[in-house]
């Protein structure tokens, strides 16, 4: 599967952004779906999972109740909608896909991923 991600931009803190990540090759719909996000110096680190149908996902602590992330398995996409972005948020999104039955936190989990989107929150 290759998967392109877009959407990132540069926003105020406080402000909203929607994440897209577009899938192609084998059925989308057997992938759970994950993003990812790196900031300079730092490791890469796991935002949000959702399972293939879209019905179970799992959040990071920092992001839960401002990032939702969703999945439209007709238009093999992922999105990530992000709210109240703090300057922390600051990030290369990336997105994730595996073919393990269930979500992962784990990065070693997911087998494809594509090149990130900036996101940058000014303060």
């Known amino acids: 599967v290759q998967l392109q991600a877009s959407g990132g931009g540069l926003v105020q803190a406080g402000g909203s952004l929607r994440l897209s990540c577009a899938a192609s090759g084998r059925t989308f719909s057997s992938y759970v779906m994950a993003w990812f996000r790196q900031a300079p110096g730092t490791e890469r680190e796991f935002v949000a999972t959702?399972?293939?149908?879209?019905?179970?996902?799992v959040y990071a602590d920092s992001v839960k109740g401002r990032f939702t992330i969703s999945r439209d398995n007709a238009k093999n996409t992922v999105y990530l909608q992000m709210n109240s972005l703090k300057a922390e948020d600051t990030a290369v999104y990336y997105c994730?896909?595996?073919?393990?039955?269930?979500?992962?936190?784990?990065?070693?989990?997911?087998?494809?991923w594509g090149q990130g989107t900036q996101v940058t929150v000014s303060s």
């Open positions: 994730y896909a595996s073919i393990a039955p269930i979500p992962s936190t784990q990065r070693r989990d997911y087998a494809y």
């Open positions: 959702i399972s293939r149908s879209g019905g179970n996902t």
